[in-house]
């Protein structure tokens, strides 16, 4: 768009205060005209609104690993949450000039993708009920991954690139998407990823798919770094290819003679052959839809440098994050799901070849452990954790919670921390006031000096403890006192649309499924009761070969959850997974064996493994649908119950 001069704004504001037309020539200057064609859908947003209306939910520091010194201020981070409230948090820390590449260009300079594709869906009634289903899911899904995608723009460094990885069933709609997002001119290619291992799919005999489609942008075309990726070709396929391709070069030698030099390193093309991760393989870590490390290593390499960042919002088993810390670039990690969580941390800890990045020119500086990254929640609150902040990090975070402008100011001499709009917001000092409550006095009180000072509305940010009366506002004058309770939920005069929950899944099945979550909560530690005894290995008996299996056998799993309208759960209804650490350290749960609520279901909820697989202490996990955990570590010594006939 053309900036428009001082002196144009002045004469358009007089031709609308004089209640004149503007212009033709201002049409295309002052409003985002249509565009030549577009992907038109249900429920698509204008992108204005979609980057206004976001929700940005604080990040709370759960854990660094390997502590130590982070090169320059700068500690990667791995973050639990959904990643569009997520994007913006990132957002803002861009426009403070917290996220930097090593050349000091604000933003990240390469993000790569790989959502879920959304094709799962349950159906009851005929053919064409279900055509119309798909069609409903399909717009939500590109609804889904195009807000996702503003954001992405928005956090590209000027000169980044970004790579989308997509099947062949909704690929071709997010092109057009993307052409829309981030400009036709800047696409720069597609890449065909062709996995030749690929098994025939009998069901399917015309031509199994076994290839993914990536799609490749440059935040600006011409802009973006790029590093020429070559391969190497075999000996024995030099000969075919020269005849073929004509791959050859002529050199002259010290005499002048003419030599004809094979290369043997081609350009690499926009496609790839790269085999799929076969559940032999070393990189195997059994996350479902696991990408090989082959892949990411040469996007990597091809649009960034040593310590640039690299953001990857959809990161399941951390494959980005992993060849990311190899190579020694910065990272952001983000994914709604706990195992995807735990299998990243697991993931990341146990790299040994990490670079350098202190010295990104020395090639070969490998045999090092990956440098320290910081966990954090978004979205799913630690309270405890919160309540226990010095008053001003609880402040802050406070602030951030309520989307509150932090902006300290004065009225009729009471200090206030920030505005919420135009409103003025005081967070109450739980701290200072040891044995204080906010109860309606303390509003009573307020309104003496403030009343005649403030609009309509007032707000006050308090523990949910300290307030002692249960309404979400109470009404002075012309003004309403609203109270935003932490830990709560959402109060809906103020927060336009209701909260959704993060949702985990319940089988390997659900692990690529969307996630849509907004808003936030605070963690409600589930009630979970089991008996835990040695059994027979099953199905092993009859052989004779009685191995001994420790069994968990969950009898009581109950969610707690706050929430206004009560909500009523079965037993075991919330159970997501349970997860095992075998050999505990005492400190940072290690995972190793998942075991989710689906399959328990099927085995009257025993969870079973090898007896010999426990070495001194374990540690459980178990997690609800909504993210929260239970935490237990036993040993083999309390696995001394007796089994329920
Ligand atoms: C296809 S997997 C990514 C796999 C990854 N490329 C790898 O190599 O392991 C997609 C991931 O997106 C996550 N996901 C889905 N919706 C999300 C959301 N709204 N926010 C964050 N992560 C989400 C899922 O939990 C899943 O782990």
């Known amino acids: 768009m053309r900036k428009l001069s001082e002196q144009e704004i002045e004469r358009i504001v007089s031709l609308l205060r004089e209640g004149r037309p503007l212009p033709e020539d201002y ?30 939910v604080p990040l709370q520091k759960v854990k660094t690993f390997r502590n130590g010194n982070s090169s320059n201020g700068w500690t990667n981070m791995l973050i639990f949450g959904d990643n569009l409230q997520v994007l913006k948090t990132l957002l803002q ?110 069901r399917k005999p015309m031509f199994t798919s076994a290839a993914d489609m990536i799609l490749f942008y440059a935040k600006n075309d011409g802009n973006q770094l790029f590093v020429p990726q070559y391969y190497a070709v075999p000996p024995h396929k030099r000969a075919r290819e020269i005849k073929i391709n004509g791959i050859k070069q002529s050199l002259k030698d010290e005499k002048g003679n003419v030599i004809h030099q094979v290369y043997d390193k081609r350009l690499v093309d926009c496609v790839w052959t790269i085999p799929s991760l ?69 993931r990341l800890l146990n790299i040994t070849e990490s670079k350098d990045l202190e010295d990104p020119q020395k090639e070969k500086k490998y045999g090092k452990s990956c440098k320290p990254f910081t966990l954090y929640n978004a979205g799913l609150y630690d309270y405890k954790m919160i309540k226990e902040l010095p008053f001003e990090q609880y402040r802050d975070f406070a602030l951030k919670l309520f989307q509150c402008r932090d902006e300290r100011h004065e009225i009729a001499k009471i200090e206030l921390d920030g505005y919420l709009g135009a409103d003025s917001v005081l967070v ?23 009343g005649d000072r403030i609009g309509r509305r007032f707000f006050i940010i308090a523990p949910a403890a300290s307030v002692q009366f249960l309404e979400d506002y109470i009404e002075k004058g012309k003004t309403k006192y609203f109270i935003l309770r932490i830990p709560y939920s959402i109060i809906e005069e103020i927060h336009n649309r209701g909260f959704t929950k993060i949702k985990q899944p319940v089988s390997e099945m659900d692990v690529n499924d969307t996630v849509d979550a907004v808003g936030f909560d605070f963690i409600q530690v589930p009630t979970v009761e089991c ?111 007796k089994r329920k006939k």
């Open 27 to 56: 049409k295309a200057i002052l409003f985002d005209t249509r565009k030549e064609y577009e992907l038109v859908y249900a429920g698509k947003e204008r992108e204005e609104d979609i980057l206004a209306d976001t929700m940005a």
């Open 93 to 202: 820390m861009k426009q403070e000039g917290k996220l930097k590449n090593a050349d000091g260009t604000p933003g990240v300079r390469l993000v790569y993708i790989d959502p879920p594709f959304a094709t799962k869906q349950e159906f009851r009634g005929s053919q064409d009920q279900k055509a119309y289903q798909d069609k409903i899911a399909g717009a939500r899904f590109l609804e889904f991954l195009r807000k996702r995608l503003v954001f992405l723009r928005e956090l590209l460094s000027e000169d980044g690139s970004i790579y989308v990885h997509l099947d062949w069933k909704k690929g071709h709609y997010v092109k057009v998407l993307m052409d829309e997002v981030f400009g036709e001119k800047n696409f720069q290619n597609e890449v065909t990823w062709y996995y030749p291992n690929k098994i025939p799919d009998k």
């Open 278 to 346: 076969a559940g032999t393989s070393g990189e195997q870590i059994g996350y479902p839809t696991q990408k090989p490390e082959a892949l990411l290593d040469r996007i990597i390499k091809a649009s960034s440098n040593p310590g640039d960042l690299v953001l990857d919002c959809f990161a399941g088993s951390g494959t980005t994050l992993a060849v990311a810390e190899k190579l020694g670039r910065r990272w952001i990690g983000v994914d709604c799901g706990k195992l995807a969580i735990y299998t990243m941390q697991k």
């Open 428 to 450: 109450f000092n739980y701290q200072k006031h040891k044995n204080a409550v906010l109860d309606k006095g303390y509003i009573d009180d307020l309104h003496k000096y403030l």
């Open 531 to 641: 008996k835990y005894f040695i059994d027979d290995k099953k199905g092993q008996w009859e052989l004779g070969r009685s191995s001994k299996e420790c069994v968990i056998k969950i009898e009581k799993f109950e969610s707690r959850v706050i929430s206004r309208k009560p909500l009523e759960f079965a037993n075991l209804e919330t159970l997501s997974m349970v997860m095992l650490d075998y050999d505990f350290d005492g400190e940072v749960f290690d995972l190793d064996e998942v075991f989710y609520a689906e399959d328990l279901k099927k085995n009257d909820y025993e969870v079973r493994f090898a007896k010999d697989n426990v070495k001194g202490q374990i540690m459980i996990i178990y997690i609800d649908i909504f993210g929260n955990e239970k935490r237990e570590t036993k040993t083999l010594a309390d696995f001394n119950g």
